[in-house]
């Protein structure tokens, strides 16, 4: 069964505007740390930000911060004032961690386009 | 965080061929992994790789065809063996490193193959 589902193949946003990317799991485990990557065209995975399943707060780094509905089991990923350099694939990870050495499960991504 | 490096960034093999990708990272870490990325697609875990003992394919991936070195703690190589064009892909490398009580991943910057 798909463990991390992202719904949004594509989206665009228009630059300076803020985006929601979604995000939902499944888990089992009370232990998991749920991960956003970056993926530009060149290929590189860019780590964005980390939300721990026991973690209280949302996550924020900058620009991006994590909406985590634990009850819900998603964590969507929100970029304010996007940039065109935004443009990229974004992936969304789980690690149960529970289980360390059962590695990471990444999502389908979604790719976001910034329109100028 | 850490400096992760591959070699070859990109290469065009012939079939039936065989391509070592290396993996460099600047500090000691105990747990390597190997992604591949096919066209379009999220990544797929091929292997963990860690120091003094076998790689632990995942399904689907076999040594023949995918066989690692780890010789030390900041070193690694992937071998895509007897090549067809299905193994174009992007492959990366990534490893663990402890952050805030919990392990994050960091992914190398990939290596693109084309096996025509």
């Known amino acids: 069964a798909q463990k991390i589902t992202q719904t949004q193949p594509g989206m665009f946003v228009q630059e300076k505007e803020a985006v929601t990317l979604d995000c939902t799991y499944d888990?089992?485990?009370?232990?998991?740390?749920l991960f956003w990557y970056k993926q530009p065209s060149s290929g590189e995975m860019i780590f964005l930000i980390y939300?721990?399943?026991?973690?209280?707060q949302n996550a924020t780094e900058g620009r991006y911060s994590l909406n985590f509905q634990k009850a819900r089991k998603s964590a969507n990923l929100v970029i304010s004032a996007s940039q065109l350099g935004d443009s990229a694939m974004y992936f969304c990870?789980?690690?149960?961690?529970?289980?360390?050495?059962?590695?990471?499960?990444f999502g389908p991504g979604t790719r976001l386009s910034v329109l100028p | 965080s850490a400096v992760i490096s591959q070699k070859p960034s990109r290469d065009i093999c012939q079939r039936g061929t065989s391509l070592t990708i290396q993996c460099q990272v600047d500090?000691?870490?105990?747990?390597m992994f190997w992604y591949r990325q096919q066209p379009g697609q999220s990544l797929t875990l091929i292997a963990t790789?860690?120091?003094?003992?076998?790689?632990?394919?995942e399904s689907g991936f076999v040594i023949d065809k995918f066989p690692i070195s780890r010789p030390n703690l900041t070193f690694s190589t992937l071998t895509v063996s007897n090549m067809s064009p299905e193994d174009s892909s992007i492959y990366l490398c990534?490893?663990?490193?402890?952050?805030?009580?919990?392990?994050?991943?960091?992914f190398g910057p990939g290596t693109r193959l084309t096996v025509t």
């Open positions: 990534s490893v663990d490193l402890p952050t805030g009580g919990t392990y994050e991943q960091y």
């Open positions: 888990t089992s485990d009370p232990s998991y740390g």
């Open positions: 939300q721990g399943s026991y973690d209280q």
């Open positions: 990870a789980m690690r149960e961690l529970d289980n360390y050495g059962q590695n990471f499960v």
């Open positions: 500090s000691q870490v105990t747990m």
């Open positions: 790789a860690n120091q003094g003992s076998e790689a632990t394919y």
